[in-house]
């Protein structure tokens, strides 16, 4: 067989044409205005320049170039004409010089064009004359507006429950980030958004990046009301609906959820009225919506209803602890299962064909769902003991996991603004876990009735991983003397 191979002419037509036209080769030049939209600021302006290409070439050096800038477009331009007005000029010193003319050098005609005073649409027209005197025009339309400002900030954080209150971790970081910007939403280059905080302390980005760190010093030893050190929230009275016990430290105090919550807050100067009007900006410490002396102010400012300077924006995030142990739960007087211990209590038999659901409430001493920002945190149930065949732990597993959401328990809107009412439900069903445990032995079986402990353990992560912190992230292994259910199966 021969290989068949098709050849295929590739044949390319070219026309040109000068038809019908005035004399000579075509001319065309192109006016370009750079930047289009321009603040205006004293000795702004933008950049205008005239290219082209004539006789098959770029524009002649010390041919002429004609620009003309008015609040419309010229009708030998293309336009309507009839602009008037002062919308720019090619002056910096003389706000009416509308008209100008430039020589070529290099091939193009270069300006500047001043903006007005008040905010204009300008349009510039750019005229050339060939050595044929054929006219070619091209055109620009230049915006100037007032300077943008912000009217809001775009404020979050990469954790909304930080395992502050553990024991024991030192520092640990949460990245924030804060954006101010524009009625189109757009970010207002050069801004400077500061921060305020209740707890912890913002610092810069060490890695240099956009946003800060809000760093937790508090490490406290044991319980976040004897910690050792740093700013820790304030200490807040129970809402209603809100669950709360005495504190063990202080039997003055309730401990309750909100005593981990804190307020954040970033700001920026920029036009409040945007936005109705603002308050300064100030530390929301106690959930009330509103100043109360005491509570973080700008330096340097006095708290009013109506201020012009800053817009900002508040948020909240949780700081958390470690789960609960038995012994402070003794010490704070809570009656076993109120809020930690599994649910029915401990003991009992179970007989074969029976089986029995328990539930925990994973929590913190002030009642807060832990911290849990890595997807793999995880509370673990086993079995242990002589577990006797036929017996099993949540659908025929001897250990089930269930992953922790990483969630605040307190409920907030996308604002993070806290939602009122508070209910007790809410606090509760973010830490609620359960696990059931079945008596499946037949007559069959004849291992003697085995006493068998159901333990928890919960593995759960302080704060993200992006916090420039190595020990951000621990087991919390609870006391098993805490999280064990005996049961004597039969
Ligand atoms: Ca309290
Ligand atoms: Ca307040
Ligand atoms: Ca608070």
């Known amino acids: 067989m021969r290989p ?63 620009l003309e800038v008015a609040s419309a477009l010229p009708a030998d331009c293309g336009g309507p004409g009839g602009g008037s007005g002062e919308v720019g000029s090619f002056s910096a010193d003389d706000p009416s010089e509308n008209s100008t003319q ?84 757009a970010p207002v280059v ?79 100067e920029g036009n409040p009225e945007a936005q109705g009007g603002m308050p300064t900006p100030y530390v929301d410490a106690n959930d009330n919506n509103k100043y109360d002396p005491g509570e973080v102010l700008p330096p340097n400012t006095t708290y009013q209803d109506q201020q012009d300077k800053y817009v900002w924006t508040q948020i909240k995030v949780l700081f958390s602890g470690q789960v609960m142990s038995q012994s402070q739960q003794n010490a704070a007087g809570m009656e076993d299962g109120t809020y930690v211990l599994a649910s029915p209590a401990a003991t009992g038999d179970l007989a074969r064909g029976q089986s029995r659901n328990y539930v925990w409430h994973i929590l913190d001493s002030n009642l807060n769902v832990v911290a849990a920002n890595n997807a793999s945190d995880v509370v673990t149930f086993s079995l242990q003991g ?57 007559q069959d079986d004849t291992d003697p009735p085995a006493p068998l402990s159901i333990v928890a353990s919960v593995q759960h992560s302080l704060a993200t991983d992006d916090s420039g912190s190595a020990s951000d992230n621990v087991t919390d292994n609870i006391d098993s003397s805490l999280t064990s259910v005996n049961v004597t199966v039969k």
């Open 4 to 66: 068949v191979r098709a050849v295929v002419p590739l044949v390319l037509f070219a026309f040109a044409c000068n038809c019908g036209g005035p004399p000579g080769p075509m001319t065309t030049i192109h006016l370009d205005a750079t930047p289009s939209v321009v603040n205006i600021a004293s000795g702004a302006y933008t950049t205008l320049t005239v290219t082209g290409q004539s006789d098959g070439a770029a524009l002649v050096d010390q041919s002429t170039v004609n």
């Open 102 to 185: 430039l020589q070529v050098s290099g091939g193009k005609a270069v300006t500047k064009l001043y903006a007005p005073q008040t905010p204009a649409t300008a349009y510039v027209c750019a005229k050339f004359i060939d050595a044929y005197s054929n006219v070619a025009t091209s055109s620009a339309k230049v915006t100037f507006k007032t300077a943008s400002e912000p009217t809001h900030v775009n404020f979050s954080c990469t954790a909304k429950n930080i395992g502050a209150f553990y024991p024991g971790v030192g520092s640990i970081g949460v990245k924030c980030t804060a954006v101010a910007e524009d009625d189109q939403n």
């Open 190 to 268: 050069g801004s400077q958004v500061k921060f305020l905080t209740e707890a912890g302390t913002f610092d810069p980005d060490p890695n240099g990046t956009a946003g800060v760190y809000l760093y937790d010093p508090i490490g406290a030893p044991q319980y976040p009301t004897t910690n050792s050190g740093g700013t820790k929230p304030q200490d807040v009275a129970p809402l209603t609906g809100e669950p709360s016990y005495s504190c063990p430290s202080n039997e003055d105090a309730d401990c309750n959820p909100r005593d981990g919550l804190v307020t954040l807050v970033a700001y920026v």
């Open 386 to 442: 002589n577990v006797p065949s036929g017996v099993t732990l949540s659908g025929g597993q001897q250990q089930t996991n269930d992953n922790m959401s990483n969630s605040m328990g307190i409920q907030l809107d996308s604002d993070f603004h806290l939602m009122e009412p508070v209910g007790a439900s809410d606090f509760e069903n973010q830490s609620t876990y359960a696990v059931t445990l079945s008596n499946n032995r037949t």
